[in-house]
């Protein structure tokens, strides 16, 4: 399967100059809301990234994604495993369980994001559910950043890839791009601006 061209294919990969939520620039983004609006590029996606969950052996209770940018990825994801799909929110920046989910002690849930970056929000809440009594056996994305490595690809873990090295990470495809702190970036030296994706009211 061709993600970067699924991607391309639903303007889900845009070039400019954009200022990403760590600060840094980057002349890509990816905007994997756009690849998910379609829910049959969603079904097709979920259920490649399970065929390789599944291939592996793990043994999966429940989905859980960090809200807001993993819910439709891990809802796919459990749909195409055929388990449970819970997610987090953030309340007042502390990411929490709510809406009455309940995990039992031992469950096995795997972490689901759309796009693994450093994987921190992800561990942010697996770090909820483990204090609720889950196991986190595993971290699952459609699309990784490049930081940390997945299964079935030879990039190496960079030193801020915060996810754990003991349990496996799985995603479709690396998109690893450029990412430069404001003062070096070859963009802003080129003379134009950075902006935010979406910042143009869309
Ligand atoms: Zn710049």
Request: hydrophobic fraction near 40%; include cysteine; glycine fraction near 8%.
């Amino acid at each position: 399967m061709d993600v970067k061209k699924i991607y391309m294919d639903a303007d889900a990969l845009l070039e400019g100059h954009f200022k990403l939520s760590s600060g840094n620039h980057s002349q890509f983004y990816l905007q994997s809301a756009k690849v998910l609006e379609d829910p049959k590029t969603a079904k097709t996606l979920a259920v490649a990234l399970a065929k390789e969950i599944q291939s592996s052996g793990l043994k999966i209770d429940t989905v859980c994604a960090p809200a807001l940018g993993g819910l439709i990825a891990g809802f796919a994801l459990a749909t195409a495993l055929d388990v449970r799909s819970i997610f987090a929110e953030r309340v007042e920046g502390e990411m929490q369980i709510r809406r009455g989910f309940e995990i039992k002690k031992g469950e096995r849930v795997l972490m689901c994001e759309d796009i693994i970056t450093t994987g921190g929000s992800a561990m942010e809440a697996a770090r909820v559910v483990a204090s609720l009594g889950g196991v986190i056996v595993g971290v699952a994305a459609l699309a990784n950043r490049g930081f940390c490595k997945r299964e079935n690809s030879d990039i190496t873990t960079k030193a801020n890839c915060k996810l754990p090295q003991d349990i496996p990470f799985f995603a479709l495809e690396d998109f690893t791009f450029e990412m430069y702190s404001p003062d070096l970036c070859p963009l802003c030296k080129d003379g134009s601006e950075a902006m935010k994706p979406g910042s143009r009211g869309n």
